[in-house]
């Protein structure tokens, strides 16, 4: 009797424990979508399959500063002992047309840690902001950041302009290849001192990131530091140049400084 009991009683715990793995398994990616666009100020998500612990959105949203840009298709991965800490983390990635993004990310009540995550993006899209046609290929890698709301905590990592080139109308002019570090200000926005890696167009500038600092200016952009052109530069560029910069800013040894802000 008492075998029997226990038998039963084993079978009903195992049958038990089955239900509740396969109910944890078959978590709709919903609730995951859910936890994202929480964690993530900005984001919305649609077109969402899969489960919670492994899914896709066919299209991922993100609003900055009232202006809406599509990431594209978003996949993620959860890991599964993050939600002991009670801050879930995932392997992301985001592919819309030749604009790419991967890497971790764990977020918990508007706080948002990144690492190793690497976004790659045609050059052209900082047409919206840039009155010129460009292109080339942009890259950052983020090696470790934190984001709070939109505020920048800490921010270690690198970007990079490769094959840049500018249209004046006619012709594709080359600029070069440019790369710098990316870091916290420690004001809520983010630093780079980009510099050009030997190309036509000489530079060497730093920016700093910060719409919170500036609130009334249009980006929230300030950049200050020393542009010029080298003999092998195409002519238009050798022109353009002091015709731009001229106006704003100083002779210096190797082109212009100047200081600039938007």
Same mark, same amino acid.
């Given at each position: 009797m008492n075998k029997n009991i226990l038998s039963n009683f084993w079978l009903w715990l195992t049958l038990l424990v089955l239900l509740v793995v396969l109910i944890i398994v078959k978590i709709p990616a919903n609730l995951a979508a859910f936890v994202f666009t929480k964690a993530v100020p900005g984001l919305s998500l649609a077109e969402i399959q899969g489960t919670f612990w492994r899914g896709t959105a066919g299209t991922a949203l993100l609003n900055v500063n009232g202006d809406l840009y599509?990431?594209?298709?978003?996949?993620?991965?959860?890991?599964?002992?993050?939600?002991?800490?009670?801050?879930?983390?995932?392997? +992301?990635?985001?592919?819309?047309?030749?604009?790419?993004?991967?890497?971790?990310v764990c977020g918990r009540d508007q706080r948002v840690d990144l690492t190793d995550f690497s976004v790659n993006l045609p050059a052209t899209v900082l047409d919206m902001w840039v009155p010129a046609s460009l292109s080339g290929e942009l890259s950052m890698m983020i090696e470790e950041g934190t984001l709070i709301g939109n505020q920048v905590r800490q921010m270690t990592g690198n970007l990079s302009w490769r094959n840049g080139a500018y249209?004046?109308?006619? =012709?594709?002019?080359?600029?070069?290849?440019?790369?710098? =570090?990316?870091?916290?200000?420690?004001?809520?926005?983010?630093?780079?001192?980009?510099?050009?890696?030997?190309?036509?167009?000489?530079?060497?500038?730093?920016?700093?990131? =910060?719409?919170?600092?500036?609130?009334?200016?249009?980006?929230? +952009?300030?950049?200050?530091?020393?542009?010029?052109?080298?003999?092998?530069?195409?002519?238009?560029?050798?022109?353009?140049?002091?015709? +731009?910069?001229?106006?704003?800013?100083?002779?210096?040894?190797?082109?212009?400084?100047?200081?600039?802000?938007?």
């Open positions: 599509s990431l594209g298709k978003f996949d993620w991965r959860l890991k599964p002992l993050s939600l002991i800490t009670m801050k879930p983390c995932s392997h +992301v990635s985001f592919i819309y047309q030749n604009q790419t993004a991967t890497g971790d249209h004046d109308g006619a =012709n594709w002019i080359n600029l070069g290849s440019f790369g710098g =570090n990316l870091v916290e200000d420690q004001r809520g926005g983010v630093n780079l001192k980009l510099i050009d890696l030997g190309g036509p167009l000489i530079a060497d500038l730093d920016i700093n990131y =910060n719409p919170g600092l500036r609130p009334n200016d249009e980006y929230g +952009v300030a950049l200050a530091g020393e542009i010029g052109v080298r003999d092998s530069a195409h002519r238009d560029l050798q022109q353009i140049v002091p015709t +731009v910069l001229g106006t704003i800013g100083e002779r210096s040894q190797r082109g212009y400084s100047f200081e600039w802000q938007q």
